[in-house]
């Protein structure tokens, strides 16, 4: 050391010196001491509380943890730092350790954890073994057994990098499900080129990666696209999609794209069927609905507009293609609403060849008396019938124009009757087999407190013969439904009705104005007014040729009073009685069918037989039994009165009664009294609801019980019409009891019903004439067991519908055949957890055998459902009593199967409530034998 700058320090200076040494370090080892016990109760703290780093608020690094009051407010205190995005990003960033502690680093602004720890975002959570949160730029970086959930999403990776301030981020080895679909990451991805990709929170690619709809640890199918996009919460895009099954390349898509929240619009049928043969169908559904706000209540939206639209397009390979749509709707905030079904089918070869056979016959007049001359078996073809365009529509539709005027349509109109029993019934839940009639109805409707009216155009055809029609006879018509109608059941072969076979039955244009029940003075009666007026057609004796057609103009007026007395708190006794008087003109009084020449024995136009009914004496007289019938005596106008009266009692709070009479009385040989004397009921639904008169007395006990849950009724109707006065046809008398019962947890249901039915069979001056009693009884069951796999129902029918035949055993002319039973079974049940089973059959008394036998299994695909159907059936229209075997039945084939995508939380639009528009109806007490049946 030079000695020049040598110091020398004496032994105070050394003390010194030795003392801010001390001091110093001290000081420093104090402040370590600070900084370290600091930094162990963060630890502490964040071991046992949740940390909350709120993106809004500059949180105060030197003491505790602050929860911030607004996520909105930007605060800038001294000697705190500002966090980057804090104005974009609102949510908190909540963190939560489960089994250790998370380091929190003064200087980075980053978190760290070790442990399993979770952080919350919003709505998405992630939770990992180990994470690093970078506090200013909001930036996490997870390892280890990662889960990421949010709504309706849950994905499992191994590495996930993750932006909060852009919602950005990637996730390595994923594998999860957003909403209905799962995904599966490229085994083959890489650091560069991830197969997860957060975009942001409205977008997620998944490129090179496989998604399926799929729940199995193994999908049995699945799709891989070059780039999947999903949508949360809203659709899926794919581009180059190849789509596998069983790991077996089946199709390719170039794009595709489907709804996460709603069903599948998708479905596919195919099949084979013993006279179609092979056919496939595929149809799309489109839903669509619009709310507005209230204009009511601020806090309500309503909706405007709702639909489901199906559109579907069909292939039978041995006939044609064909097409059509299924729409149900609610438009403009429920003034028009309604269903429209339209079907449509370019048949290249319907094979309808029609052998209609009828024994001809010519009468002549000898002294005065009726003679056949002779008879003769004859034959009549009809050429087969091909390339026919066979169409379905069924509208309903209604139109609210006001609170007080509606607009109503109601559509039922088929090309040919056999379109639903050979194709729409293998696509319907209801089979409809053979359609008889078809009708379109629009109305307009119009009400105040005062008045009600409306006016009512309607059409209709029925399937008929080009013949005169008894209808004296109760089953002449039976068979016009067949095409070979006159030949026993046994020597049967049709297959179908030719669409010439249409007649026009009904055109007609009605009004009608009426008043409500209004009280009168201070009396204890009430009054109703009605005027009805209407044009329509007279279709006369043949419902196919036009020749006898003619127009009748009508007017009715009907006036009434009615007294309503309360005899006690349980008893009402109701009378009524009316005047009424109308006209109907017919503008030809004659049946321009038949003439002189014609009549001697040349015309093609065949009555019937003379035997039980209508039997010409010139081509414009008949007789029905004694009675003779032409139209030049039947009188323009008409009268009439009723009354009515009814007792109504509810003898226990169960128990009701019920007893009414009824009588009119009615001028004779109008139009309506003199249709009804043939026999002919139908006029009153084709021409006009004529008030005809009657003289009965009907009665009915109820009793209803809900512990047991028992309901029974007893009814009752008697015809109290003189013997000779009957029409032919009329009912005489209807009795019977329906009654129905289930036990408490309604697994077990009963129902049963026994009627007995006496009609009037001929007039009663014809020598043929009886009154036909026909027994008849229902009964079934159905039994679904709480918790068990499996169901089971039975139903039985019996009607004794004749029981005299006319005729010889050989040709029995117009008559049922035997007294039909029918017995329906179903089982069905569920075989493991992904299939149901379901087995019908249905045994007919006249076939000797079974009608039909359809088995149903479903599969439970996951995604979606798979059915098949096997069904063998005989054509209810070719029968063959006493020679079917099983093997006739089986010879007639249907299988079929669909598959429909479905998903989690199908949603379904509810259609609207069937349409009733405003027709006349016959009141008939045998509607009440029907439903009892």
């Known amino acids: ?142 390892s280890g057994n990662i889960l990421v959930e949010g709504p309706g999403t849950r994905v499992d990776a191994d590495q996930c990098f993750f932006d909060f301030k852009n919602y950005e981020g990637v996730l390595y080895g994923a594998k999860g499900y957003q909403g209905p679909l799962y995904f599966q990451h490229n085994p083959k991805e890489t650091k560069a080129d991830a197969t997860f990709r957060v975009v942001s929170r409205n977008e997620v690619q998944v490129r090179g990666g496989m998604i399926t709809a799929c729940d199995l640890a193994v999908p049995h199918y699945y799709v891989t696209g070059r780039e999947i996009v999903i949508y949360p919460n809203d659709r899926v895009l794919l581009r180059g999609a190849t789509v596998y099954v069983n790991s077996i390349p089946v199709a390719y898509l170039p794009a595709y794209t489907r709804s996460l929240t709603e069903s599948s619009p998708w479905t596919f049928w195919a099949g084979s069927h013993s006279d179609l043969g092979a056919w496939a169908r595929v149809g799309y559904t489109y839903q669509h609905e619009r709310w507005e706000p209230s204009s009511t209540n601020d806090e309500l939206d309503e909706e405007v507009s709702r639909g489901k639209l199906t559109l579907f397009g069909h292939v039978f390979f ?96 088929v090309s040919d009757p056999d379109l639903h029993r050979e194709v729409l019934d293998d696509f319907a839940s209801n089979e409809r087999q053979r359609v008889v009639e078809r009708d379109m109805r629009l109305s307009a409707l119009w009400t105040s407190e005062q008045l009600a009216s409306h006016l009512t155009l309607e059409i209709k055809d029925r399937i008929s013969r080009d013949r005169v029609t008894n209808y004296a006879n109760p089953a002449d018509a039976l068979r016009d439904y067949d095409n070979q109608p006159d030949l026993a059941v046994a020597d049967r072969t049709d297959k179908g009705i030719p669409t010439d076979r249409w007649g026009r039955v009904t055109e007609r244009v009605a009004g009608e104005v009426a008043t409500p029940w209004v009280p009168l003075y201070n009396l204890p009666l009430h009054g109703r007014s009605e005027l009805q007026m209407y044009n329509a057609l007279d279709k006369g004796l043949n419902s196919l040729s036009t020749k006898d057609d003619a127009y009748v103009q009508g007017a009715n007026w009907y006036n009434a009073l009615m007294s309503n007395t309360r005899i006690n708190d349980r008893t009402t006794w109701i009378n009524q009685l009316g005047l009424g008087v109308g006209a109907a003109y017919r503008d030809d009084k004659t049946f321009g069918y038949l003439n002189e020449s014609d009549f001697s024995g040349n015309y093609d136009l065949v009555p019937n037989e003379s035997m039980g009914g209508l039997t010409f004496t010139d081509p414009e007289t008949f007789y029905i039994g004694k009675k003779k019938f032409s139209l030049k005596d039947v009188n323009d106008t008409y009268f009439y009165g009723d009354y009515r009266t009814k007792w109504q009692a509810r003898l226990s709070q169960a128990l009701t009664a019920n007893l009414e009479y009824r009588y009119r009385a009615t001028t004779d040989n109008y139009l309506g009294d003199w249709y009804a004397k043939m026999g002919n009921r139908s006029a009153q639904d ?248």
Not at 65 to 71: G, N, P
Not at 99 to 114: H, I, Q
Not at 744 to 758: C, D, H, R, V, Y
Request: aromatic share 12%; hydrophobic share 30%.
């Open 318 to 413: 041995k006939r044609g293609p064909g097409g059509g749509f299924q729409y149900d709707y609610r438009l403009n905030r429920g003034r028009d609403e309604g269903r429209a079904d339209v079907f449509y089918f370019d048949d290249s070869d319907v094979k309808v060849k029609s052998t209609a056979s009828y024994e001809k016959y010519y009468q002549v007049k000898e002294n005065d008396v009726l003679q056949n001359s002779y008879r003769q078996r004859s034959t009549e073809h009809y050429s087969p019938e091909t390339e026919l365009q066979r169409f379905n529509a069924t509208i309903q539709h209604r139109t609210k124009m006001s609170d007080d005027a509606y607009l109503l349509a109601d559509v039922d109109w």
């Open 686 to 933: 084709d021409l006009y609801y004529f008030p005809l008169r009657e003289n009965n007395v009907r009665t009915s006990l109820d009793y209803a019980f809900a512990q047991p849950n028992l309901t029974t009724s007893f009814f009752a109707y008697r015809n109290l019409m003189n013997e000779s006065d009957l029409y032919p046809n009329e009912l005489v008398g209807l009795y019977g009891n329906t009654t129905t019962w289930a036990n408490q947890p309604s697994t077990l249901k009963l129902a049963g019903s026994l009627f007995f039915t006496e009609r009037q069979i001929y007039a009663p001056s014809d020598s043929e004439s009886y009154i036909n009693s026909a027994p008849g009884a229902s009964a079934s069951m159905n039994y679904s067991p709480t918790g068990a796999p499996w169901w089971l129902s039975l139903k039985g029918n019996y009607s004794d519908q004749s029981s005299k035949k006319i005729g010889d055993s050989t040709y029995s002319h117009y008559v049922i055949e035997g007294s039909p039973y029918s017995i329906s079974t179903g089982i069905g049940g569920k075989i493991g957890p992904k299939y149901t089973a379901n087995l019908t059959t249905t045994w007919r008394s006249e076939y000797s055998s079974f009608q039909s036998v359809k088995l149903a299994l479903d599969r439970d695909l996951h995604d979606a459902l798979l059915t098949c159907v096997l069904s063998f059936k005989q054509d209810s229209y070719t029968t063959d009593t006493g020679t079917r075997s099983m093997s006739d039945v089986f010879s007639n084939f249907d299988f079929r199967f669909g598959v429909r995508p479905k998903m989690p939380g199908d949603r379904k639009l509810t259609g609207t409530k069937d349409i009733k528009v405003i027709q006349d109806s016959v009141v008939d007490p045998q509607t009440t034998a029907s439903s009892a049946q």
């Open 1 to 142: 050391m030079n000695k020049h700058t040598t110091q020398q320090y004496s032994p105070r200076h050394r003390s010194a010196n030795r003392l801010a040494l001390s001091f110093i370090l001290a000081l420093l080892l104090l402040c370590t001491a600070i900084l370290q016990a600091e930094e162990a109760t963060t630890a502490r703290r964040a071991a046992t509380d949740d940390l909350v780093v709120d993106p809004g608020f500059a949180q105060d690094l030197s003491g505790d943890s602050v929860h911030a009051a607004s996520t909105t407010r930007k605060r800038e205190n001294k000697g705190t730092k500002n966090f980057a995005g804090v104005a974009e990003v609102a949510e908190k960033i909540i963190i939560k350790t489960f089994t250790g502690g998370f380091y929190y680093s003064l200087e980075d602004d980053v978190v760290y954890a070790s442990q399993r720890t979770e952080i919350k975002y919003g709505s998405m959570k992630i939770t990992a073994d180990s994470f690093r949160l970078d506090q200013k730029l909001l930036h996490v970086e997870a």
